[in-house]
């Protein structure tokens, strides 16, 4: 605290300083409301509107109730086994307009109680190309996700050039 501010606060009636006090503390709690209690809040509530969606889209309360079950998180999809994985892509990549250069199965490996299996996938063609082309695996393919991509510019050419691994989840255990 400064000298001046000091002799200012020093200066000021005790009723002035309690009030100062007060809009200290009320601020400080609108900021503490703000970033860490709001924030959280809504994202619980976004949760919970996600599940009874979730919930709603496998035959709703309704038939929760009418079976006396609790509601259940959905099964978790099926992954296609590797070779099924590697034409489904190809032809969406195809479709895409873009050319693939190669699509090779990787090591199967344990990761958060799934089983992953990967797939490395070359391929090259325009950036709206492959951004389709990714939009079409992210929706078409349930139990696959994109585990790391690599994008660089072909030299001299408009076109780009994408390295992607894929990792297809299956519960453990499941073949």
């Given at each position: 605290m400064t000298p001046a501010l000091k002799q200012a606060l020093a200066a000021m009636p005790a009723r002035q300083l309690n009030l100062i006090a007060v809009g200290v503390v009320a601020i400080a709690a609108m900021l503490?409301?703000?970033?860490?209690?709001r924030?959280?809040?809504?994202?619980?509530?976004?949760?919970?509107?996600q599940l009874a969606s979730l919930v709603a889209a496998q035959g709703g309360p309704a038939a929760a109730?009418?079976?006396?079950?609790?509601?259940?998180?959905?099964?978790?999809?099926?992954?296609?086994?590797?070779?099924?994985?590697?034409?489904?892509?190809?032809?969406?990549?195809?479709?895409?307009?873009?050319?693939v250069g190669g699509a090779v199965p990787g090591p199967e490996r344990a990761v958060a109680g799934l089983r992953q299996?990967?797939?490395d996938i070359d391929a090259s063609g325009s950036y709206g190309a492959i951004l389709g082309w990714l939009h079409?695996?992210?929706?078409?393919?349930p139990a696959v996700?994109?585990?790391?991509?690599?994008l660089r510019a072909a030299p001299d050419e408009p076109r780009r050039l994408v390295q992607?691994?894929?990792?297809?989840?299956?519960?453990e255990g499941k073949p």
């Open positions: 503490i409301w703000t970033l860490a209690i924030a959280p809040l809504a994202a619980l509530r976004l949760q919970q509107v109730r009418a079976t006396g079950a609790a509601a259940e998180l959905p099964a978790m999809p099926v992954p296609p086994a590797p070779l099924a994985l590697i034409a489904a892509v190809s032809a969406s990549a195809r479709d895409a307009g873009l050319a299996q990967t797939l079409d695996i992210e929706t078409h393919q996700g994109i585990t790391r991509i690599g992607l691994q894929l990792g297809a989840y299956a519960a």
